[in-house]
């Protein structure tokens, strides 16, 4: 036998639902409002009978009768929703939770979210996540997938129930993406657009130079700029693109435990040259390390270099081209012969 207490407690689950689902449905709900409807569902599991019954009550509705899209004025938007609702209530009482007050219900529920989805413009707020030089940062987004940040690395999240999208502002990010048939995953970088097609990747952005390698599965890499009919270069792993401003998209094979090794605190170089390893290794610390030698910049360096302390990573890398640390209060200076600090 219900009691009062339980009819309430349903009825204020089948609002909470139907509320739910117009906001996931409207095409403005962010990834805040993603992850605290997860939140909702985990918290009671009768949640998730009752969100799936608005879920399939709301199709049936839908295929007996074609929608136009709703308006976007305000008053109009309501009556469109409440027309729908009102089909939408009488499937909803053929099953013996539901209330015979749904379509009220569900009409004040519009009524308050109207000046939500009507009257606001059809941008959203990203999600921004940073790291500091030298951190690392895991993250879990909305739909599943993964991201880890490298040092000194941002991006902004942005998704809704249409797409995912992620712009790498600055620095590197691994990406392991969910996959999903009905919404894309791009990721964007120095006006490159990386496609995913169900995979693991790494995306590294470095003054206007992009890096793209993929680890597993497949992406597509287009520039933003590029005609609308050119094709995509895709990429499968163990392949790399490169993209400048102004170039073409470039292809090569890379060694994945060399593009990954970041996340394990190692730097893996293979006759990269001097000046290139200073560079990279001076985003992780806020100490930077400098060449005194120009002549120093061209010499080629093979090895793993350990990134967790400065000093020895340094005095590490010193040691394998035999070289000598000059340590002052404000930088590090490898050379070749002993010189004074200010010099």
């Known amino acids: 036998m219900k009691t009062q207490s339980n009819t309430d407690a349903q009825r204020t689950m089948q609002d909470e639902a139907i509320y739910w689902h117009v906001l996931l449905s409207s095409g403005r709900a962010t990834q805040s409002d993603w992850m605290a409807f997860t939140r909702w569902l985990e918290e009671n599991p009768e949640r998730n009978e009752a969100y799936d019954f608005v879920v399939s009550s709301w199709e049936a509705v839908s295929e007996q009768e074609v929608f136009t899209p709703a308006p976007t004025t305000n008053d109009f938007g309501i009556a469109y929703f409440q027309t729908l609702l009102h089909k939408f209530s009488g499937l909803m009482n053929t099953r013996p939770w539901a209330l015979a007050g749904g379509f009220a219900a569900a009409a004040m529920i519009m009524v308050m979210l109207a000046p939500t989805i009507f009257n606001q413009p059809a941008t959203y707020t990203p999600e921004i996540y940073a790291t500091n030089v030298g951190e690392q940062r895991s993250i879990t987004l909305a739909d599943g997938s993964t991201v880890v940040l490298n040092t000194d690395t941002k991006i902004a999240v942005n998704i809704t129930q249409h797409a995912r999208s992620i712009e790498l502002q600055q620095g590197q990010a691994f990406f392991t993406v969910q996959h999903e048939n009905n919404r894309v995953f791009e990721v964007m970088a120095n006006g490159l657009r990386i496609t995913d097609i169900g995979t693991s990747f ?142």
């Open 202 to 343: 790494d995306v590294k952005a470095v003054d206007t130079q992009t890096q793209v390698s993929v680890i597993d599965g497949i992406v597509e890499v287009k520039p933003k700029a590029a005609d609308e009919q050119a094709s995509p270069v895709r990429l499968i792993a163990g392949q790399q693109a490169m993209h400048s401003a102004n170039d073409n998209i470039k292809v090569k094979s890379f060694d994945l435990n060399q593009a990954t090794a970041w996340q394990r605190g190692n730097l893996v170089f293979k006759d990269d040259k001097l000046s290139m390893v200073v560079t990279e290794i001076n985003r992780y610390f806020k100490k930077p390390l400098r060449l005194a030698d120009d002549d120093l910049a061209e010499v080629l360096f093979s090895g793993v270099i350990q990134m967790s302390d400065q000093k020895r990573t340094v005095h590490d890398l010193a040691a394998l081209l035999s070289l000598r640390v000059i340590a002052t209060d404000d930088e590090f200076i490898l050379t070749q012969n002993p010189i004074e600090p200010n010099q």
